[in-house]
Each structure stands twice: as structure tokens, then as C-alpha cells.
């Protein structure tokens, strides 16, 4: 009985779904985790028929399989439409034993959507950033073939095709150097050390006003004082830039960037709000991901990268904060910020 109890609280503990089924497909036990994983509303599953409480007749034909093969067979079951996820089944078949014991089956099941959704951004980074390489260089072959075929000798048309070369030579530049924070803030936890956040972001701001001047925006704050926060503030200066940054070149002449702090007891909220295009509610929930632009011609015509927002998102996370964005297309965008003391 002691045995048994302790084989029940160890099944209930561990993460992996456990499930026994009799020779009839009725489930005969299963763990918190199984029932969890299944979407069960009822944490008890003993008595129901495998369909019934699992909706899956790819788990049922896994079974049939490992009857026929007297194998252990292993297959990952399609994104469940009740649960979301995407699950990895084990199912072990036991044939009847001449001890009188009735045939079985045991389903291990393990929830690998993380895994799966890690593996598609891999894959999408990797697409993206050929594509972003690609456009750059097959750029300057283009002007070096055509300097070469004699364009070289016509002294205008060399400088107008020297100038796009060194354009794209600063894109590039551009790219990986957003690459290498990027990885920097993803793979290595920030080296902190008090400093003053109001200090940091007028500094900021001093440096950015010549070129909303130029662009016909007006850039105020209003920011609290003696913001002594706890980060890597080199990290952070790189946080407001992108954020001031995109609130200018997204715009018009005539618009207004603010950039304003809020103060609660566990730490700072920092806001940059413009009157720009906005956005349409549909790109929001997309905005932090890596090289998603909203408006792509815009966004490469202005110098972006694609990795500004992905960059600031991780920074702040890596710092125990959060980031948000709320845009109404036509009227403006507000991104902000939230950082411990």
C-alpha cells in the first residue's frame, strides 16, 4: 500500500503525462501532468475511453501501431485546438502475460511547443537575416560590375555609384552591430551598478535634439528626478536611443515626441509617445519580434534594421523589467518601459 502511494505521489510530481490504458482503451490511470497536458477539466480520467478524454484519434492509432509492432512507438501529435500545444506521445505496447495479466498500454506524453516555437524562430532569424544580407550585397556587386564594365571612366555616374556602395556598406555595418547587442543581451546576464536614469535619458535627448530640429519635430521630456536605478547603463543608454530614435523618424514634420517617466515604489516606467502614422492594432503583438517592420519600404528608406524593438525588449527583460506599446494608426504610439529600482 506504501509502495503504491509513494508510485502515485512520484507519477503526480514529475512533468512528463503518464497514462495507463486497459486492453478495452479505457484509461486506467493518469497524473496531474497528463490531465493538464489533455486540457482536462476533470483531473481524474480513470474509467473514460481513451477518445473521450483525450479528442485524439492520432493517440488511438498510435496504439493500434504499437499493438501490430510490438514496438514502442513514438510520434508527435498536431497542435491541440483546445490546448495549444504540441505534444511528443510514447506509447508502449504489453502483451497479455501467461500470469493471468491483461494486455496494456502505457502513453507518455511531453509538451514540446516551446521547443517547436524556439526551433521556428531559429529558422525565421536565420531566413531573415540572409535576406537582410542578400539586398546589401547583391547591391554593391551590381555598382562594382557596372564601374568595372566602364562606368568608372563617366566621374558622375562613379561618385552617385560610390556613394550608394558606402550606403549600403554602412547598412550592413548597421546590421551586425544590432546583431551583436542583440546576442549580447540574449546570451549574458547585464553587469549592474546604480546610476541616475533621469541623468542618462536628458542625455539622450540633448544629443537627439539637432535631428528632430531637422526633421521639423519637437522633442520635450518631462522626467522625474533622482531616478538612481540599478542596471547596466550602457545597456540602457542603448534602450532610449532606439526608442527616441524610432519616435523621430516616425514623425512628420510638425509632430511632437515626448519622452516622460512614471515612478511607483518598485521601480521606473519611461515613455516615449509621438504623434506619428501609428499602427494598425494587428502589427502590435508583433512589434518586439525580430525584424518586423510594419511598413518594410519606410522602414529600410530611414536606415532600420528590424532588430531596434527586438533589442530593446530583451535588454529590459534581461533586467527583471517589461516592455508595452499602445498606437492608434493615424493619431501616434506610445512604447514604454518598466525598469526595478
Request: one cysteine or more; hydrophobic letters at 40%; proline letters at 2%.
Amino acid at each position: 500500500m506504501l509502495n503504491r502511494l509513494l508510485t502515485a505521489k512520484l507519477l503526480d510530481e514529475v512533468h512528463t503525462g503518464v497514462i495507463g490504458v486497459d486492453s478495452a482503451r479505457r484509461i486506467q490511470s493518469a497524473n496531474s501532468a497528463a490531465c493538464l497536458l489533455l486540457g482536462a477539466r476533470q483531473m481524474n480520467l480513470a474509467g473514460r475511453s481513451l477518445v473521450e478524454a483525450t479528442l485524439s484519434y492520432e493517440l488511438l492509432n498510435l496504439l493500434v501501431e504499437a499493438e501490430q509492432s510490438g514496438k514502442t512507438v513514438e510520434r508527435e501529435l498536431r497542435r491541440s485546438e483546445a490546448t495549444g500545444r504540441t505534444l511528443n506521445a510514447r506509447v508502449c505496447y504489453v502483451p497479455k502475460s501467461e500470469d493471468g495479466i491483461e494486455e496494456s498500454y502505457l502513453i507518455l506524453l511531453d509538451d514540446v511547443t516551446e521547443l517547436r516555437y524556439l526551433e521556428t524562430v531559429r529558422r525565421d532569424f536565420v531566413a531573415n537575416v540572409s535576406h537582410e544580407l542578400r539586398s546589401p550585397l547583391a547591391s554593391i556587386r551590381a555598382m562594382a560590375e557596372t564601374l568595372q564594365d566602364g562606368a568608372v571612366h563617366d566621374h558622375a555616374v562613379s561618385l552617385r555609384f560610390l556613394e550608394i556602395v558606402i550606403g549600403e556598406v554602412e547598412r550592413l555595418t548597421r546590421l551586425l552591430e544590432d546583431l551583436l547587442i542583440l546576442s549580447r543581451s540574449e546570451s549574458q546576464m547585464p553587469e549592474r551598478a546604480p546610476f541616475a536614469l533621469d541623468g542618462l535619458i536628458s542625455e539622450v535627448v540633448e544629443r537627439f535634439q539637432a535631428r528632430a530640429e531637422k526633421s521639423g519635430v519637437s522633442l520635450v521630456t518631462n522626467i522625474a528626478r533622482d531616478l538612481v536605478v540599478s542596471a547596466n547603463r550602457d545597456q540602457m543608454e542603448q534602450v532610449v536611443v532606439n526608442l527616441v530614435d524610432n519616435g523621430i523618424k516616425y514623425t512628420p514634420n510638425g509632430g511632437q515626441v515626448k519622452v516622460s517617466t512614471r515612478t511607483t515604489r518598485v521601480g521606473v516606467t519611461v515613455e516615449v509617445e509621438d504623434t506619428g502614422m501609428g499602427i494598425l492594432s494587428q502589427d502590435l503583438p508583433r512589434l518586439w519580434e525580430r525584424f518586423y517592420r510594419t511598413d518594410r519600404a519606410r522602414s529600410r528608406q530611414s536606415g532600420g534594421t528590424g532588430l531596434g524593438l527586438a533589442i530593446v525588449k530583451h535588454i529590459v527583460e534581461n533586467h527583471g523589467g517589461s516592455v508595452a506599446v499602445a498606437s492608434e494608426y493615424g493619431v501616434g504610439s506610445k512604447f514604454s518601459f518598466f525598469i526595478p529600482y
